[in-house]
C-alpha cells in the first residue's frame, strides 16, 4: 500500500501522514478502509467499478461479498490470484 512498517504492530502512510495499526486496518469489513486499497490500485492503473452493494472489479478482476468492503477486497485478492506470477510480484513490490 506504500506504508512503512513504524514498528512491529503499526504502519505509516507517509502520503497522508496516517497511522495504521495491523489489528485496527480492515478493509474486509470497514468502507474506509477497503477505500484506501481502491485508492491505492487506482493509482497504479486499475479502473474501479461496484454495483454499490455487494460487487466490485477493478478492470475484470471481479469480487463479491456480503457487504461492499469485503466485495472490494475479493476483487483485489482477484488481481494478485488470477493475474500472472511476474505481474503478481511486480503488484506487490509497488503495495508495499
Not at 8 to 28: A, C, H, I, L, T
Request: proline content about 2%; hydrophobic content about 40%.
Amino acid at each position: 500500500m506504500g506504508w512503512k512498517l513504524n514498528r512491529w504492530d503499526r504502519w505509516y502512510d507517509y502520503e497522508k501522514g496516517v497511522f495504521f495499526n495491523d489489528s485496527e486496518f480492515q478493509p474486509k469489513k470497514n468502507l474506509v478502509h477497503a477505500m484506501l486499497v481502491v485508492e491505492r490500485l487506482e493509482k497504479l492503473g486499475y479502473n474501479f467499478s461496484s454495483n454499490g452493494v455487494s460487487e466490485a472489479a477493478f478492470n475484470q478482476f471481479k469480487g463479491t461479498g456480503e457487504n461492499l468492503p469485503e466485495a472490494i477486497t475479493n476483487a483485489a485478492y482477484a488481481i494478485i490470484e488470477n493475474d500472472s506470477v511476474v505481474s503478481s510480484t511486480s503488484l506487490w513490490r509497488k503495495l508495499s
